[in-house]
């Protein structure tokens, strides 16, 4: 039994006044209380959370695991303890590794492994094309048995439009979700960074905004046409999240996300950072009022869920002139924490239960995991230290990536520990509170 005690509680649907005791047994939420002080019972684990909040385990869609045939990048081992160091109990891996998640036995694969994974659960998304070529939808039926979560051809769109329209009508009657990556890819092909100012200044090649906003009303169209849904991954201009606006106010079946990445950076630290590879990545990043446009999108609700895009990297692929980089930023043990920091950079712009939602209820609701703490609720928890202040050094993390624009940064507000089904799979309270047994 373990008890989570004096904290402050999210429990999916309100920040709740006072301090409140949680308590944690066999997998599930048993009892939430109000706080009556420290338990006695020496057969318990008990944490006093005296500052911290307790939360539904956070969920991120969008990760890049690598794994199988890229695994000295990554793999489902070395992201889910990752992904459970940054306070995620669940991730979805991106089905773009090879050979490509585009049948029921590569779903299995990540399935099974992600399940005996050490640290977050690891769920399958499915290709939507054979081998992600966009001319073939997968056999959809089949992966969503094996356990897919929601289907995409990330790493680049879907490329025939006629394609993406069949398979929102096979998806539309499965209710599962097509994350489309938005991007014309002849626009972007040969860019390097946003096309502006600073491209300008970099000499370098620039990716139009209009290969994003394309994409973004071609999905558009089609979910409008089908009424299959479609959620958009790593928006970043804000015409691209206006035309989204304008689409749920039809009251479509869209979602979409926002990369930290894209809300902590801008186009500039490219050149503040003398054109260090750390930051290149598709979508690049944008402009200043690009990055105003998303903050709007996460107060006004546009925006449905925070998602790293955790894309890692070997160093040798990485740290080399930006031209010759490949695309990517890795964030997973700190993307919680770069957004908590900017929020209080940002004199809390929104509410805390509104960001926390984006992490939790967001993302949860759109591939159907509930993210409620009750009594009898699976007891998937992480606990937020709003104040713990710590620098990022990507040397010590279990990721495989060693290069990221967040290394060396101090930032405030992380994660200090994840419960996964009752079962703790990150830890770094017990040098810090006290911890009684």
């Known amino acids: 039994m373990i008890w989570l005690c004096n904290a402050t509680l999210y429990d999916g649907k309100d920040l709740r006044d006072g301090k409140w005791d949680i308590c944690v047994e066999s997998g599930k939420v048993v009892e939430i209380t109000p706080s009556r002080g420290k338990k006695s019972n020496f057969q318990d ?4 959370l005296e500052g911290h909040i307790v939360c539904p385990g956070f969920i991120d869609l969008h990760v890049h695991l690598r794994d199988p045939g ?25 089905p773009n590794t090879t050979p490509p998640i585009d049948d029921p036995s590569g779903v299995r694969y990540v399935r099974e492994k992600g399940r005996k994974a ?43 439009a006629k394609v993406m329209r069949i398979a929102l009508l096979y998806l539309r ?38 290969s994003e906003i394309i994409g973004v009303e071609r999905a558009i169209a089609l979910c409008r046409e089908t009424m299959g849904r479609v959620h958009l991954t790593h928006i970043s201009t804000k ?28 186009e500039e630290m490219i050149i503040k950072s003398y054109y260090s590879s750390a930051f290149k990545v598709n979508p690049p990043l944008r402009a200043r009022e690009d990055v105003e ?28 002139p930006f031209e010759e980089a490949s695309f990517g930023i890795a964030s997973l043990e700190c993307a919680v924490a770069a957004v908590l920091d900017l929020w209080y950079k940002r004199g809390k712009p929104f509410s805390l239960k509104k960001l926390l939602e984006l992490l939790t209820i967001g993302p949860g ?33 279990n990721s495989k990536a060693r290069i990221t624009p ?3 940064l101090t930032l405030r507000g992380w994660p200090v520990m994840t419960l996964l089904g009752g079962r703790i799979v990150y830890d770094s309270l017990r040098q810090e509170v006290c911890h009684e047994v």
């Not at 684990?45 to 006093?48: G, N």
């Not at 499915?126 to 897919?148: S, Y």
């Not at 040969?190 to 990716?207: D, F, V, W």
């Open 293 to 320: 446009a998303l903050f709007k999108g996460l107060r006004d609700g546009t925006i449905d869920a925070i998602a790293t895009d955790h894309a890692p990297y070997h160093v040798d692929e990485k740290d080399l």
């Open 118 to 160: 050490k640290g977050a659960i690891v769920l399958p998304a499915g290709a939507v094309t054979v081998n992600r070529e966009g001319k073939m939808i997968t056999e959809m039926i089949g992966m969503v048995d094996e356990g897919a979560v929601l289907f995409t051809d990330d790493g680049s769109p879907v490329i025939l």
């Open 45 to 48: 684990d008990i944490y006093d």
């Open 70 to 94: 890229q695994t000295w990048r990554e793999d489902i081992d070395s992201g889910s303890l990752a992904a459970a160091a940054g306070g995620f109990t669940h991730v979805v891996a991106m």
């Open 173 to 210: 009657d499965l209710g599962i979700p097509l994350m489309e990556h938005p991007e014309e890819l002849t626009l972007s092909e040969g860019g390097h960074m946003n096309e502006g100012r600073a491209s300008a200044l970099c000499g370098l090649k620039g990716i139009p905004r209009s």
């Open 239 to 266: 015409e691209a999240l206006e035309s989204i606006r304008r689409a749920k106010q039809e009251g479509l079946p869209l979602t979409c996300d926002v990369t930290p990445h894209h809300l902590v950076f801008d």
């Open 365 to 397: 609701s759109i591939i159907g995991i509930d993210r409620t703490l009750k009594p009898g609720s699976r007891a998937d928890i992480t606990v937020l230290n709003l104040e713990k202040e710590e620098r990022v050094d990507a040397e010590k993390w």
């Open 406 to 408: 967040y290394d060396g």
